[in-house]
């Protein structure tokens, strides 16, 4: 690479172009040891990932975090998703505690990825408790932790208290799968005398998202942890907002 100007081009070229240039090896040179130094001091993660042993991957991941103080972002995240691929929600449940206390910026970043998991604790007044504090912890709320709330209140049937939440959900939300979700959830625990108001409010939905761009929002969040977990949820609520033919 660095002989190219002299084998393509002359000596001459060749001459000129280094005295101009002369600093290029010395970047080419950094830039392969910046990578073999990360590629060394990753290997242990890269293998396990590229292997998809994530019950290995765990505890160089939990060294790095606990025992090093490696809190980042990636470290964390990786952790986080090795956890529920071996379904060990209760050191999920430590490790957010433990990046919450030591690193807030990236739990601001993870949080979603955390409160899903409170989803499969078989402990819904537990759940409702943690997330009513994170609701009411006095700065503002991610709209997917409110939609969270207001879900297993519904799955407890407390629909006085989701009755009054969602409406103010709905119409702060810009996300549409929680705005189309939250529309459903308010049907289900309205019965009968709120039909009229959902409906109203799943007419106005359908006539400003149609089913196409809908159906392309969706498919682009599944990508993400948070929106996977109401997989069953949205596609009921799909089912239900476009059940009938959409407005002109």
Not at 59 to 79: A, C, M, W
Not at 175 to 186: A, P
């Amino acid at each position: 690479m660095f002989f190219l100007p002299l084998t393509v081009l002359g000596y001459e070229y060749a001459k000129n172009f280094w005295i101009s240039n002369w600093y290029l090896p010395l970047v080419f040179t950094a830039l392969i040891a910046v990578f073999n130094i990360f590629f060394l001091k990753n290997w242990s993660v890269l293998k396990h990932v590229e292997d998809e042993d994530w019950t290995a991957l765990k505890p160089v991941l939990e060294d790095r975090i606990y025992n090093r103080g490696k809190n980042s972002y990636t470290n964390v995240k990786l952790l986080i998703n090795a956890y529920y691929l071996t379904s060990d929600i209760e050191s999920l449940f430590r490790l957010e505690n433990h990046v919450e206390k030591n690193n807030s910026s990236v739990y601001r970043k993870t949080e979603l990825m955390f409160v899903s998991g409170r989803l499969l604790k078989n402990n819904s007044e537990e759940t409702e408790k943690y997330l009513e504090a994170k609701v009411n912890s006095g700065r503002e709320a991610d709209i997917w932790i409110e939609f969270n709330y207001c879900f297993i209140l519904v799955l407890q049937q407390k629909f006085d208290k989701v009755s009054e939440l969602l409406p103010i959900l709905i119409n702060k939300s810009k996300d549409k799968i929680v705005t189309m979700c939250s529309i459903y959830l308010l049907f289900l625990s309205s019965g009968i005398n709120g039909t009229e108001k959902t409906e109203k409010l799943r007419t106005d939905f359908i006539t400003e998202t149609n089913r196409e761009k809908i159906d392309k929002i969706i498919l682009k969040g599944k990508g993400e942890l948070h929106v996977l977990f109401f997989t069953r949820i949205i596609e009921q609520a799909v089912d239900w907002a476009y059940s009938v033919k959409e407005p002109a």
